[in-house]
């Protein structure tokens, strides 16, 4: 029966182009579509991550309470042991200890006066230990404008547009000012090793980086860390694991009322990323529904045209004594077998076009020059376990439905009037 | 008889308040709290989330428009200084041999981490030249008798827009005092006490200022020497004295 419908099918092209076409061409769109939600926000939480929240994060209690606030004085003290630790206990997570802090940075002219001022937001970042993979997560080395990175605690990235704000060049001093953990005055001179873009307005409107122990010595933070964040080795985000993880680790905390006792949260609790992520989940969900039914309706429709146009072929099958129950599951059978070829062949047309565009990427910087989104400058898709069904399911069933719906006429076809319609 | 007689007239006389105007309460205040000039020494004590320190400190003042202020401890502090000179304010780091000039919002940050600004230690003009009293009412705080003042600026750079004070009627001090935002939030409180006579005036000795934006216990300003109307060389209040 299949090989019958087969032979069909590819011998009547009449009835079977179009609509493996509009399959195919929508499915393959399905697909693509969904690739590039998931790639595009899949990037801007990567971003997120590897800068703000990281997969997991560990902190006072105080500190979670603030965090937007960046306060240092809230910080863990003891960071080093606990990193050992939370490596020992988590083997599959990547930790690093970070300090985020606010201030002013202040250039000097030459007669050591201040000649300008401007607010920053400060990372201190491990950027001179040999196994180090933090450069690689601020993106650092591409990153880079001018000068070269830093060799030592007293050298400092500024983001470039901040620096051309000031006028101020690679080799140039300049001297933070800011409070340290317990309150003081912070004073630390730095000299300008580099400048870097990030390709994102809010960070690139005012930072700078600088190694860890150089934020820990000028904030006065011996063995002390704004707060810990903890990477999947793999490099995504799973919500599953790092939510079991959080729960082990904030179990085994002594219950109490210590605001200064660790806490770990997950990504998805951090900063509004639930509802960042429920929502573009939900658009996501959305656009590709939008985007199934509508080529549910026009494969629908096709369907409905397909099954008039062979109203004809129905009535000499009938004449010739064919039962309308064979003529109805036969058309149901074609259906079913242009909606799996259309599948397949638009499943594997978006996955292509996926792939392409997971490797190069597309450029979206001069588009982005004014958003406050953390979102990268070059966007991708990416393919995901979804992606090689969500396709079929328009494309199986759009066809199918349509058919079914227009074959309904086959039963109210009066045998009688048959030679009738077949003359006219 | 004489003698008796005499003597009770005195109490009564020393123990009735004629009648005042708002106006004279706080021109009376001001002259209590300000001064030619004075070298004081003083202990801040700030009461943090974290625990207490304590920074001891010396500062020279002339008028309203100059400062000076060296910190003597702890030992991370030592040598910090500070200078208001005309509106503009600089700090000295020795770690960093910086001079620094603070400005803009920042004035409105934590000097060292406690309950007060640098914005509260710039503005230090007579409350009469900023605030237009009235007077609210009268109770008693602390068994002391006290006005209630609310005060309105009548200037547009003031740092509190409101505030309110109980003052001690007998010796026109403030023993509290409330700060608020244009909006009606209450600020920061300082409670003042300690009062001593120095000079031929009464001085609170002792004061807790209170963030009320900031958790922690507040910040206790404790003047442990004061001198008025001394003999201040000129070049302490100057740029160059920051690094001396």
Redesign the interface.
């Known amino acids: 029966m299949i090989r019958f419908l087969l032979k069909g099918i590819l011998h009547d092209r009449h009835r079977s182009l179009m609509p493996l076409i509009v399959i195919t061409i929508g499915v393959a769109l399905t697909v693509l579509g969904h690739a590039w939600i998931q790639g595009v926000m899949g990037e801007a939480y990567t971003m997120s991550a590897h800068f703000a929240t990281g997969h997991l994060k560990v902190m006072t209690r105080?500190y979670a309470d603030e965090q937007g606030q960046m306060p240092v004085?809230?910080a863990l003290t003891g960071s080093s042991g606990l990193t050992e630790r939370l490596a020992a206990e988590m083997p599959e997570i990547d930790w690093a200890p970070r300090i985020r802090f606010g201030g002013?940075i202040?250039f000097?002219d030459s007669a050591?006066?201040?000649r300008a001022?401007g607010?920053v937001a400060g990372y201190a970042i491990d950027l001179l230990s040999p196994a180090t993979r933090e450069p690689g997560r601020f993106n650092l080395p591409e990153a880079l404008l001018s000068g070269r990175m830093p060799r030592d605690a007293r050298e400092a990235l500024l983001t470039h547009d901040f620096a051309e704000k000031f006028a101020v060049q690679p080799g140039d001093p300049f001297?933070f000012?800011g409070?340290?953990m317990?309150?003081?005055?912070a004073?630390?001179?730095f000299t300008v090793a580099g400048t870097v873009r990030f390709g994102s307005e809010v960070l690139d409107h005012g930072a700078f980086i600088i190694d860890l122990t150089a934020g820990q010595q000028a904030l006065?933070m011996q063995d002390a860390a704004g707060e810990i964040l903890g990477f999947f080795r793999s490099g995504y985000f799973d919500a599953r694991a790092a939510q079991r993880l959080t729960d082990r680790f904030n179990s085994s905390q002594p219950a109490g009322t210590d605001?200064?006792a660790p806490v770990m949260i997950t990504m998805r609790d951090q900063e509004g990323m639930a509802q960042l992520m429920d929502y573009t989940n939900a658009i996501g969900s959305i656009m590709v529904l939008l985007f199934v039914v509508a080529m549910s309706v026009v494969l629908w429709n096709t369907g409905l045209i397909g099954g008039l146009r062979r109203h004809g072929e129905f009535g000499v099958r009938l004449a010739l004594g064919e039962e309308k129950g064979h003529i109805y599951r036969s058309l149901i059978g074609e259906a079913l077998l242009i909606g799996l070829i259309g599948s397949v062949t638009g499943t594997l047309l978006g996955l292509g076009l996926a792939w392409y565009l997971q490797v190069v990427g597309l450029d979206i910087g001069d588009a982005m020059k004014a958003s406050s989104m953390m979102v990268p400058a070059v966007v991708r898709t990416q393919i995901s376990a979804t992606d090689f069904w969500i396709g079929f399911i328009p494309g199986l069933l759009s066809m199918t439905l349509g058919n079914a719906l227009s074959g309904v006429r086959i039963y109210r076809r009066d045998t009688a009037q048959l030679f009738k319609e077949l003359e006219a | 008889m004489k003698c008796t007689i005499l003597c009770l007239i005195l109490v009564l006389a020393a123990g009735s308040v004629p009648a005042q105007t708002a106006g004279e309460i706080i021109r009376k205040i001001d002259d209590n709290l300000s001064a030619r000039n004075r070298v004081t020494e003083s202990a801040m004590t700030?009461h943090?989330?974290?625990g207490s320190?304590t920074l001891t400190a010396k500062s020279y003042a002339e008028g309203t428009r100059k400062a000076f202020t060296e910190y003597l401890s702890p030992a991370?502090?030592r040598g910090?200084k500070m200078l208001k000179l005309e509106g503009q304010l600089w700090?000295y780091?020795p770690?960093?041999?910086?001079?620094?000039?603070i400005?803009g919002?920042?004035l409105r940050?934590?000097v060292?981490?406690?309950d007060l600004s640098y914005e509260d230690m710039m503005d230090d003009r007579k409350l009469a030249e900023i605030y237009e009293p009235s007077i609210a009412g009268e109770e008693e705080l602390d068994g002391r008798p006290v006005w209630i003042l609310e005060l309105t600026a009548r200037v547009s750079d003031a740092a509190y827009p409101r505030q309110k004070l109980w003052v001690d009627r007998e010796r026109f001090v403030p023993l509290r005092q409330e700060l608020y935002a244009r909006s009606g939030k209450l600020l920061k409180t300082a409670l003042l006490s300690d009062l001593q006579r120095v000079g031929g005036r009464w001085y609170p000795m002792q004061v807790l200022y209170k963030d009320m934006l900031k958790q922690g216990k507040g910040t206790e300003f404790r003047t442990t020497q004061i001198a008025f109307d001394q003999a201040i060389p000129e070049w302490i209040f100057t740029k160059a004295a920051l690094k001396q």
Do not use: C, K, W
């Open positions: 105080a004085d809230l002013l202040d000097p050591g006066e201040t001022q607010p001297t000012f409070s340290t317990e309150g003081s005055l004073f630390y001179n006065a605001e200064f | 700030i943090g989330r974290r320190r991370a502090e910090t700090i780091s770690g960093t041999d910086r001079t620094v000039q400005s919002h920042l940050q934590s060292m981490g406690s």
